[in-house]
């Protein structure tokens, strides 16, 4: 629903971190960052060493390097003439077919590159200096925070992690481009405790947040999403499709008790979301509560005098309460609104089907073989009635087989032989 946003961040992560001349960029130097890591890590254990904040800081901007050691230069639709400028040739090139398109994957050696039609579609790290530096450098930059007393380094900690933010970032849009959503969630929650650190003074990053349930709601984790899209709403983000998805995702959890509630929050603060309202609908007729939804209807009613479905709801909940009159008048206004709306036909059709089996059942208690009739009579006038809203609705919609069955049912009931044949044949063409 909101693909939108991280395409939008794709955009803006790619466009930071290409925005200088790649002439400029350091060439690539795998051996100079794995000795100063080396070093690092010794530097860390060491009783001196350790206390100085600049060793943290230090270790930092070193793990946020090698991050970008083999991805700092590479973009999306990049030629591979411009890719050798800075990795040469590579060792092999592979040649495959994948969703019936061919492309080569450029193999060095420690990074795949996918093009397609010489442009770069993708790349795998297949060797990497440190398995996950971006959570370590965040680490370090807070244990930094920490032993810099007097503060000298907070400009310098805030600009790099606000580069700490924008690499995660890319991550995790990478993750989502790949549909691996459980990375892109993982980087997602590091932004967010990137911005739990004291010297953003408790902002809050509500795109990022949105974004974590989005990538959890992907990977199959619903607690999880649940739990960002309430930190959403929290902070007012989201609107209206905040509170729906989120009552998708108490009732994938089996809650159907906060899933009302998700409801219900957001209607009280978007009372004019047709989409809220006809939740609320929903939700109450599949619990039993006619009068409740009958309640939301009529607000519906209010807002979107166009919408054929609010009128058709409205017919079927007078249903449910035993007013077909009112049920029918219901339908009618639905097809004053759209006069092809199969359903209105159908249930038309199928509330005078059903008036009509229970005159049947009550013609079938009369031991009068007089009243008997006359009661049958005026059965058989009823399920005449249903005839031609049935036929509208199938040639609305030819294929819908529960028309042409209850048609077909009619028909034999009120031995139109010829009717009936012909509606026979049309199911038989239908499972063929």
Not at 221 to 232: D, G, I, M, P
Not at 376 to 389: G, H, N, V, Y
Request: with cysteine; net charge negative; aromatic share 10%.
């Amino acid at each position: 629903m909101k693909q939108v946003l991280i395409t939008a961040l794709l955009l803006f992560c790619i466009s930071f971190a290409h925005g200088q001349n790649p002439t400029t960029m350091t060439a690539l130097n795998y051996g100079s960052l794995e000795k100063k890591l080396r070093k690092n890590d010794e530097a860390i254990v060491d009783e001196k060493d350790m206390l100085k904040p600049n060793t943290w800081f230090d270790r930092g901007e070193l793990l946020q390097d090698i991050h970008d050691v083999n991805i700092e230069f590479l973009r999306m639709g990049m030629m591979d003439s411009e890719v050798k400028l800075y990795l040469k040739e590579p060792e092999e090139i592979k040649s495959i077919e994948e969703d019936g398109l061919s492309k080569e994957i450029h193999v060095y050696e420690r990074i795949s590159i996918t093009f397609q039609n010489n442009a770069l579609t993708g790349w795998e790290e297949t060797s990497v200096i440190h398995p996950d530096p971006l959570p370590e450098a965040l680490k370090a930059y807070n244990k930094a925070l920490v032993l810099d007393e007097k503060g000298k380094l907070d400009k310098k900690v805030k600009e790099n992690l606000d580069r700490l933010k924008i690499q995660a970032e890319a991550d995790a849009v990478l993750g989502f481009t790949r549909k691996d959503y459980d990375a892109a969630l993982t980087k997602f929650e590091l932004i967010i405790e990137i911005s739990k650190s004291d010297i953003y003074e408790g902002y809050i990053d509500s795109v990022i947040v949105y974004n974590a349930s989005l990538a959890a709601r992907n990977a199959g984790n619903h607690e999880k999403s649940a739990y960002y899209l309430e930190r959403s709403v929290e902070i007012n983000y989201g609107g209206s499709d905040a509170y729906y998805m989120l009552k998708n995702e108490y009732i994938t959890l089996k809650d159907s008790t906060k899933a009302l509630d998700a409801l219900e929050r957001g209607h009280a603060i978007y009372p004019d979301s047709t989409l809220i309202i006809f939740e609320l609908v929903n939700y109450h007729l599949v619990a039993g509560n006619s009068e409740e939804g009958m309640r939301y209807l009529e607000a519906a009613e209010k807002l979107a005098q166009d919408n054929p479905s609010i009128f058709f709801a409205k017919g079927t909940l007078f249903e449910k309460l035993g007013e077909p009159d009112q049920a029918l008048v219901a339908y009618q206004q639905a097809l004053d609104v759209d006069p092809e709306f199969f359903n209105a036909w159908f249930n038309i059709g199928a509330l005078h089907f059903n008036n009509a089996v229970q005159m049947y059942d009550e013609a079938n208690k009369l031991e009068d073989l007089t009243e008997y009739n006359e009661a049958k009579d005026l059965a058989d006038a009823e399920l005449q009635k249903a005839i031609p809203s049935l036929l509208k609705a199938h040639e609305i919609s030819p294929d819908d087989s529960s028309c042409l069955e209850t048609l077909s049912t009619i028909y034999y009931r009120l031995q139109m032989t010829e009717e009936r044949d012909e509606i026979k044949a049309k199911l038989d063409a239908l499972e063929k």
